[in-house]
Structures are given as structure tokens and as C-alpha cells.
């Protein structure tokens, strides 16, 4: 090899060794792929529904507010129950207060179905898995007006707020949180069935009343 040929081997060889790695910086990464339910959380401020429903750029945020006051009430009338059932010494007061909060829970029924109605007929909601998935939350509130004329304890009637609590709680996680992630990340994930998937519990059915 002449020197000539030498030089300019070594001049390519050490162009490399500083180029490469210069290069392998500016390649963009592939986006890795999400899987099923994956990210859902990530769009969203942290604090569940609160801390949601103070940020005006987030989509159904009308909707949102009004599913946060029902929780409010489920959350308020639950306390009361749970209080309730404690009293033990004066039947009178206790059966005076049962029918105060039956008919509570009556006029929190009816709430929730018309805010169920309007969410249905809205026309901000697009497609139909929110509607379909409202409109069954709707029935299972109607199934509970008809139950709640026929009972006469306080742990049916505790039983009878949980389990619609626990409705709304499954339309909000399992439809609406994942159609709003949608929307803001401009994600859509074919095939995916919420009602199989790990999502974040956006409603809190457990946590402190907001």
C-alpha cells in the first residue's frame, strides 16, 4: 500500500469512528406501538376527576362536570347511610331519617337519568360507544327507581346507591376516559374493549368527597 493510500485510509477510518455516533443521535426513534388500554393515564392531570374538570381544553368537559356532581351526591349520601345504620337507640328518628334519605335518593335517581338523557342526545359526543354505554347506565337507573318504591332497610337501600355508583363509575373509566384519551393524544386503538382492559380509576369511587 502506497503512502498515499495509507493516509487516506486512516483519514475515512477515523471520519467514521467521530461520524457514526453523531449519526445514530439524529436517526428519530420508532415510535414504540401501545398495547391495549396503555397510556390512557398519560394525557391526564393527575387528581382524577378535580383536577380534570379545571382544565378548560379538555374535551366533554360540560359532561364531565355534571358526572363529578353525581359523584359528589353518591359520595354524601353514602356518608349518610353509613351514619345511619350507627343509630340504634331511637327506632323513631332512625325510620324518620331512613325516609329522608330514600327520597334522596329518589330525587338523585332522577338527576342522574337526566343528565344520562342529555348525554345521550348530545351532539359533542362523537360516535356511539358513549351513547349505547349511557344509554345501559340509563336502564339500570330505571331498574332502580322501580326497586327503590319496594324497600324498607337500610342495607338494600345501600346496596341499591353502591351498585349505581358503581354504574357510573364503570361509564366514566371504562367509556368516556378512554374516548377523551382519544381525542387528545390522537391515539385510536383498534380493537380495544375497555371492559377488559387495566384502566386508571379516573371516578375514585373510593376516594375523600372532592
Known amino acids: 500500500m502506497s503512502p498515499k493510500s495509507f493516509f487516506l485510509f486512516c483519514f475515512l477510518g477515523l471520519a467514521l469512528v467521530f461520524w457514526m455516533p453523531a449519526f445514530a443521535q439524529t436517526i428519530p426513534a420508532v415510535p414504540k406501538s401501545l398495547s391495549v388500554g396503555e397510556g390512557l393515564s398519560k394525557g391526564f392531570p393527575s387528581g382524577g376527576l378535580e383536577s380534570i374538570t379545571t382544565k378548560p381544553e379538555i374535551p366533554y368537559l360540560e359532561e364531565l362536570k355534571q358526572i363529578q356532581s353525581l359523584k359528589k351526591s353518591y359520595d354524601s349520601l353514602r356518608k349518610e347511610l353509613k351514619e345511619l345504620k ?67 332497610q337500610i342495607g338494600e337501600l345501600e346496596s341499591l346507591v353502591d351498585q349505581n355508583n358503581e354504574n357510573l363509575k364503570a361509564l366514566t373509566n371504562e367509556w368516556i376516559m378512554p374516548k377523551l384519551e382519544e381525542q387528545i393524544s390522537g391515539i385510536v386503538q383498534d380493537g380495544f374493549d375497555p371492559r377488559s382492559a387495566e384502566l386508571p380509576d379516573f371516578y375514585g369511587k373510593d376516594a375523600p368527597i372532592l
Open 86 to 152: 350507627e343509630i340504634t337507640a331511637d327506632s323513631t328518628q332512625r325510620d324518620s331519617l331512613f325516609t329522608l334519605a330514600k327520597e334522596r335518593s329518589k330525587a338523585l335517581l332522577e338527576q342522574e337519568s337526566k343528565k344520562l338523557e342529555s348525554l345521550i342526545q348530545s351532539e359533542d359526543i362523537p360516535g356511539e360507544e358513549i351513547k349505547n354505554a349511557s344509554k345501559n347506565t340509563l336502564d339500570r337507573v330505571k331498574d332502580s327507581k322501580a326497586r327503590l318504591e319496594k324497600i324498607n
